[in-house]
């Protein structure tokens, strides 16, 4: 286990204490990257609203594993699929939003969202022949609209 890797399984050991939940996570390093999968009978403790918790250690993860590192290695947190499934309602809305603008012919504006999850909608419009996306507003009130071509 590298450095890093046994950074991340301190703090996240730490943070899960301190949230008081019952949780089973493994470590996995490839490729530059450390992915942390992990499993507990209280999932929404550490997922949080919209997933704001789950960004939050993640964002802390990826601070202390890299403290004094020559390279930059990034730390991928997921509980309970969270993220795929997330992804997937992402993709959904966007497909949803492009029917309506061309049913439409309107723009419209999506919630705000996190970075992570603006990109997910832009990649899954990106290839449209009808319709595009842009960011709009000013964190953490950031939001996609898509609009015609």
């Given amino acids: 286990m590298s450095?890093?890797?046994?950074?991340?399984?301190?703090?996240?050991?730490?943070?899960?204490?301190?949230?008081?939940?019952?949780?089973?996570?493994?470590?996995?390093?490839?490729?530059?990257?450390?992915?942390?999968?992990?499993?507990?009978e209280e999932p929404a403790l550490l997922i949080g609203r919209d997933g704001n918790t789950l960004s939050a250690i993640e964002f802390l993860l990826n601070i202390i594993a890299n403290r004094g590192l020559e390279g930059r290695i990034k730390v991928y947190l997921d509980i309970e699929g969270y993220k795929e499934k997330r992804k997937k309602v992402l993709e959904e809305i966007a497909l949803e939003?492009?029917?309506?603008?061309?049913?439409?012919?309107?723009?419209?504006?999506?919630?705000?969202?996190?970075?992570?999850?603006?990109?997910?909608?832009?990649?899954?419009?990106?290839?449209?022949?009808?319709?595009?996306?842009e960011s709009k507003g000013e964190d953490p009130v950031r939001y996609v609209i898509v609009k015609l071509l």
Avoid: C
């Fill in 3 to 40: 450095e890093a890797s046994e950074r991340v399984n301190e703090i996240l050991g730490k943070i899960i204490d301190a949230i008081g939940a019952e949780v089973e996570f493994e470590i996995k390093e490839e490729d530059g990257a450390i992915s942390v999968d992990a499993k507990s």
């Fill in 97 to 133: 939003a492009a029917e309506e603008v061309e049913a439409e012919q309107k723009t419209v504006a999506l919630e705000p969202m996190s970075p992570y999850e603006r990109r997910i909608i832009h990649m899954a419009l990106r290839d449209s022949t009808v319709v595009q996306t």
